[in-house]
Nanobody, 129 residues
Framework: QVQIMESGGGLVQPGGSLNLSCTTS????????AAWFRQAPGKEREVVAC????????FYGDSVKGRFTIFRDNAKNIVHLQMTSLTPEDTATYYC??????????????????????WGQGTQVTVSS
């Protein structure tokens, strides 16, 4: 069984940076892609970034493109999300997900995360002065 745990959330000032980490364990296939999603209160869950198993394919949501970077530490089964130039609109619970997925290149095709069957519990990111 796949287990996923996020870490690194917290409070950060607008314009600041924060790094999130997602650790996977258990039966994680080598072909599993991984993605970060986020959900703010009263809003639908949306994709933030996605990375394929071989790191060749990446995707970023329009709202974070150019500010966030997703990358892997394969030796430790960790996927990172480096966030910069944070704004209050980035405030949300951030979730890591994994499954046999090659990252779609259109945001609508993430269907709020329906492509992914394995999820962590989330880590809270609050951007406020």
């Amino acid at each position: 069984q796949v287990q996923i745990m996020e870490s690194g959330g917290g409070l950060v000032q607008p314009g600041g940076s924060l790094n999130l980490s997602c650790t996977t364990s258990g039966f994680v296939e080598h072909y599993y892609g991984a993605a970060w999603f986020r959900q703010a209160p009263g809003k639908e869950r949306e994709v933030v970034a996605c990375i394929s198993a071989d790191e060749f394919i990446k995707f970023y949501g329009d709202s974070v493109k150019g500010r966030f970077t997703i990358f892997r530490d394969n030796a430790k089964n960790i996927v990172h999300l480096q966030m910069t130039s944070l704004t209050p609109e980035d405030t949300a619970t951030y979730y890591c997900a994994a499954d046999k997925v090659v990252c779609p290149q259109t945001q609508n095709y993430y269907y709020g995360g329906a492509l992914f069957g394995h999820w962590g519990q989330g880590t809270q990111v609050t951007v406020s002065s």
